[in-house]
């Protein structure tokens, strides 16, 4: 028996933001508190009668107690690069600061700053999968055939790749086996003028092999076409990640109370992905393999990222969804003032869905643009910033889409 109330779906909705924030501050893909928020996501949808999968992969965990770089007497403390190898080097500095200079350069026992075009974005890790241009996969394979001793990137901003950090890393790359630190491109251009002098870097850190869970909880009958509920569970190192993406894990698990007493038969899945913010998306590619199944058998992959921002609403948004479908969802969604339909956006697990062909429908905030280039990925992305109320007027949502779910196929889709 569920006690349906609102103060009810308020506490909980409240305890499990907390839980995942505050007690497991660092969910990234193959730590500690990643594997508890995961067995925290299953323990919890057991409790409503769920069947739980556990799908087991390999990752790696990453540990540093930072770096710092001394020229000319002087030493600064310089920020590790995400999944970076340690060392400790003494070099003369390089400037590189476009693809020519970097193709006419010898590297070898030297210490590459890089500027200008060649940090402009967030270069995508060498092995992912999903997206990666061709003049990223250009940078890293010179740089891998010129051997630097390490390297030294002076950045900016890049909202679209990494969120609201200033500067970003520019890699983030567990396969990319040059040693790397990043600076400010304002530092960059005082360490400039110092190019040709002997550096010393001292990058303290160290890659550990671990393993990580996606937590597959499904009901209903399985000859069913599937709808599949996802959200990833995991955080960037560094953020409490409360809208990125705690808020999509809690609007699944109140979605999992409101189907405790569910014996329809419509298929009902509900997934904690494990790596969206990881460099190799590793939790998106194990269910890729293992769970996914045959892209026919999933009705419609609903996945919930960056939503419930206090201000604003909760934009919505369909991709490759039949009329019928279209006009059946945003009938349901015209019962919700605070749902709003939102421009299309690809940087989350809805991709991996849309990429096979599969009906999909994201829900972030309508506030994207602020969220996305202040927020998400810092230290600010905290539980006071999350509306508990639009998660459950989300979940609410959510659940009319399973009750209606016998409605979106037209017959012969069957
Ligand atoms: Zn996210």
Known sequence: MRYNTETHDQAKAQDYLHYLCTELPNRRTGSAENRAATDFFAATVEQFGFRIERSQFSCIDWNSEGATLEVDGKRTRVHVSPYSAGIDVQAPIIRLASLEELASSELHGRIALLAGELVKEQLMPKNFPFYNPEHHREIIAMLEQKKPAALIAATGKDPQMAGGVYPFPLFEDGDFDIPSVYITDVEGERLAALEGRIASLHIDAARIPSTG??????????????????????????????????????????????????????????????????????????????????????????????????????????????????????TIFSGYPDLVEGPEWYQSDHSLFIQQGIPALAFTSDQFDALWSEIAHTPDDQPHLVSIQKLISLSAALHDIVLNADRFLTEGDR
């Open 213 to 330: 869970f996606n937590m597959i909880a499904r009901k209903g009958n399985d000859k069913t076409l599937r709808l599949v509920f996802c959200a990833h569970i995991d955080a960037k190192e560094g953020t409490p990640g409360a809208l990125d993406n705690a808020a999509g894990i809690v609007t699944l698990l109140l979605l999992a109370e409101r189907l405790l007493d569910y014996s329809g038969e419509q298929a009902v899945e509900i997934a904690a992905l494990n790596g969206e913010d990881y460099y190799a998306a590793s939790g998106e590619i194990q269910y890729l393999k293992s769970s996914l199944g045959a892209p026919g058998d999933i009705l419609l992959a609903i996945n919930i990222d960056g939503a419930g921002y206090k201000d604003g609403r909760t934009a919505y948004s369909l991709y490759g969804c039949s009329d019928k479908l279209t006009h059946q969802l945003k």
